[in-house]
Structures are given as C-alpha cells and as structure tokens.
C-alpha cells in the first residue's frame, strides 16, 4: 500500500470550499475561511465543517483503498454513547461500491443541548474498501453528512490519478437542516444528492443546520462561486429562531437575491419556501422540544397581524418577491416547499421537523421532477 498526498496532488475534494490544517490531517470546510470572522455563533463553524455532499475524487487502479480518518462526534451525559457517526461511501464510475460505518474519534461531551463542549480526545480510525474491480475506474468516496471529519491518510494498492474532468452543470444549493440532512441514511441519500444524481449536475452543498439566516456571507460566497444552477431554500430556522419580522425579511430576501445577481445576473435561480411543519405552520417561533420529542412552537398566533412570522407567512412573502421580481428577472423561480413534503406526510418528520430517511430520497424524486424535467427551471 502506498500513501496518497492529500492536498497538492491527484486528489480533489469536491464539495468543500476550503480546508482547515489540523494536527491530524485535513479537515473540509464547506464556506470559505474569509467568513469565519463573521460568524454570529460558534454552532456556524460547527456546522460547516459537517461535510454534506463532500467527496474524494480521483482514479486509480488498485484493488484496496484505504482512508484514514479522525471524527469527531457528540454525547450527552446522559446518552450511554456517542451519537452516531454516519456512513462513508464508496462509488466506482458512478455506482455505489461499498459503504463503511464511520469510526469514533473524538467525542465532544456535554450535559445538555447547547451547553459547554469537552472534549474527549480519541484517535483516527482505518475505514477499508477491498475488492475494487479491476483496471482503471474513477472513484468517489463520499463523507458523512452530519459528522466533522478530519482526513489523516489516503492509501492504494495501485496507481492514483487525477480524476476525470467534469463535465456536467453546477448547481449550488443554500438551505437549512432540512437540506444537510442528517437524518439520512447515507451521504448519497440527501435530497439535494438524489436530486443532482438524477438531474445528471454536481452539487455543492452550503446548507447549514440551523443557520440558514440570510447572512451576507453566504450571499457572497454563492456570488463568487462558479454555478450553472442555484437553488436557496428559505425559512425555517427564520420562523424558528424568530429571526425576523414581516417588515425585514423581505427586504433582507432582496437583498441576499441582489448580492447573487450581482456575479450571477442570469443564472437559473431557485427560491424554496419551507416543507411542512405542523408546529410552525400558523404559529410564529421561537421553538423548543415538547415532551414527545416532537418540536413545538411557543410564539403567540396573534403576533402574526403585527408582523410575526409563521410559514404561511413566509411562503406568501417569498411567493410575493418571486413575483415581483420576475418582471426584469425572468430566470428567477419559485417553489412551494409543501411540494416536496406535505401536510399530508408529516408522519415522516422523525421530530416534527427533520424527515425520515426515506423521506429525504422521496424529495430528491420529487425536485428532480420538478427542477430538471421539461419545462422545470433547471431544464
């Protein structure tokens, strides 16, 4: 076996934005370091290097692959383990090979959801791929979504080359948990990789749990980036959070819509208003976790005729910007959340918010329909 370089070689990290040196390894960042020093709250970071739709990328030879790599997971005091890690998965041109429970490294302990981090220092852990067909194949190996993942070494039993240029669209995407999607069953089964898979384009996901806020950073960062296709779903962590009133949020669409345009003027744009969630549906945040472990909002309905935000509200308004803007904007589109998880199926919100596995998998079905399909605006 030899060891692959990392970085500076015929390895590429597709899906990531930047890469952090640590004492391990590498570590994927899926938002540019220039943003760091913006960032509001410590869960921004956290969440970035969460490396949803991350990807090793490069051909090889050999019969053997194996990653070495360092996670770093969380745990309750009162949980008796870590949380899960996730999966990594292995695609040889194009289909999927193998995958591989992600092993436990470090473990950030805590007595309860938001408090203080320590940190359990753990070590890296070898993840293994034998039996690879034989000759040259392009390979992918896919990171879990939902667990930071420092990459410490890339071995082969072969020859290792650059990837294959790719030829397909770009399509960025901008959402919240809801588009990381931790509770799928594999980094391949969130929706926006189902729905890139079947679209035939390449995904790059900048969605980020529990922050998609509108922040000029991202609004810059998809400005700067090369797209084919952009997509921002908007509005769940808003109503959640109560980041906003009626009176800003519109106007902070805006102009989150008018940095892009500024380096994407005619780019295919895609805004998505929220998926169904009972709890918000008519009644404003903040939100806790009620006693079934389901989420519940604790805003006051009434609110809502001075300027409070429900999801109703925010599809009518995101409804409403759409409409107006397409008068000098004709590549700007929009699409109903509900459209990809209903009302009628909140049965598969696994905590009244976040969908089930196969739920994930049924909305990238359905965008896919949708977005890439004759006469969808990603056609």
């Known amino acids: 076996m030899r060891t692959v370089p990392l970085t500076g070689g015929p390895v590429e990290l597709r899906g990531a934005l930047?890469?952090?040196?640590?004492?391990?390894?590498?570590?994927?960042?899926r938002l540019p370091a220039w943003t760091m020093e913006q960032y509001q709250d410590a869960s921004v970071y956290g969440v970035t290097v969460m490396p949803s739709?991350?990807?090793?990328?490069?051909?090889?030879?050999?019969?053997?692959?194996?990653?070495?790599?360092?996670?770093?997971?969380?745990?309750?005091?009162?949980?008796?383990?870590?949380?899960?890690?996730?999966?990594?998965?292995?695609?040889?041109?194009?289909?999927?090979a193998g995958r591989r429970q992600a092993p436990v490294g470090n473990v950030l302990r805590m007595a309860g959801r938001g408090d203080v981090q320590r940190v359990i220092p753990g070590e890296p852990g070898i993840v293994r791929f034998v039996g690879l067909p034989a000759g040259m194949k392009q390979i992918e190996l896919w990171l879990p979504q939902q667990t930071p993942t420092e990459l410490v070494?890339?071995?082969?039993?072969?020859?290792?080359?650059?990837?294959?240029?790719?030829?397909r669209?770009?399509?960025?995407?901008?959402?919240?948990?809801?588009?990381?999607?931790?509770?799928a069953d594999g980094p391949t089964g969130t929706w926006p990789v189902v729905a890139a898979a079947l679209g035939g384009v390449e995904v790059v996901n900048l969605s980020q749990a529990g922050n998609a806020l509108l922040d000029p950073y991202v609004a810059r960062t998809i400005r700067d980036l090369p797209a084919d296709l952009i997509s921002l779903k908007v509005g769940i962590n808003i109503v959640a959070l109560t980041a906003f009133r009626l009176r800003t949020f519109g106007p902070a669409v805006h102009g989150f819509l008018d940095t892009i345009r500024d380096g994407?003027?005619?780019?295919?744009?895609?805004?998505?208003?929220?998926?169904?969630?009972?709890?918000?549906?008519e009644t404003p945040g903040p939100t806790t976790m009620g006693p079934h472990g389901k989420i519940a909002?604790?805003?006051?309905?009434?609110?809502?005729?001075?300027g409070a935000l429900s999801l109703t509200v925010v599809?009518?308004?995101?409804?409403?910007?759409?409409?107006?803007?397409?008068?000098?904007?004709?590549?700007?589109?929009?699409?109903?959340g509900r459209d990809l998880l209903g009302l009628d199926e909140v049965d598969d919100l696994t905590d009244g918010l976040h969908p089930s596995a196969a739920a994930y998998r049924r909305m990238g079905r359905r965008f896919a329909t949708h977005a890439f399909t004759e006469g969808g605006p990603f056609r």
């Not at 930047?18 to 960042?29: N, Q």
């Not at 050999?62 to 996670?71: D, G, I, N, P, Q």
């Not at 994407?264 to 549906?281: F, G, I, K, N, Y």
């Not at 909002?297 to 001075?306: H, I, K, N, S």
């Open 153 to 167: 070494a890339l071995r082969a039993d072969g020859d290792v080359l650059p990837p294959l240029p790719d030829s």
């Open 315 to 336: 599809r009518a308004e995101l409804e409403r910007i759409v409409t107006i803007r397409q008068k000098r904007d004709p590549h700007l589109h929009y699409l109903d």
């Open 169 to 183: 669209r770009r399509w960025v995407h901008h959402g919240s948990s809801i588009s990381q999607c931790t509770e």
């Open 264 to 281: 994407h003027p005619d780019t295919p744009l895609l805004l998505l208003s929220p998926v169904s969630c009972p709890a918000l549906e």
């Open 297 to 306: 909002a604790v805003g006051d309905p009434a609110d809502v005729a001075t």
């Open 18 to 29: 930047d890469i952090e040196i640590t004492s391990a390894g590498v570590m994927p960042r």
């Open 53 to 96: 739709g991350v990807r090793l990328v490069f051909r090889t030879d050999a019969r053997e692959l194996e990653f070495e790599v360092l996670t770093s997971t969380g745990q309750l005091d009162s949980d008796p383990r870590p949380r899960p890690t996730g999966i990594m998965e292995l695609l040889v041109n194009g289909a999927l």
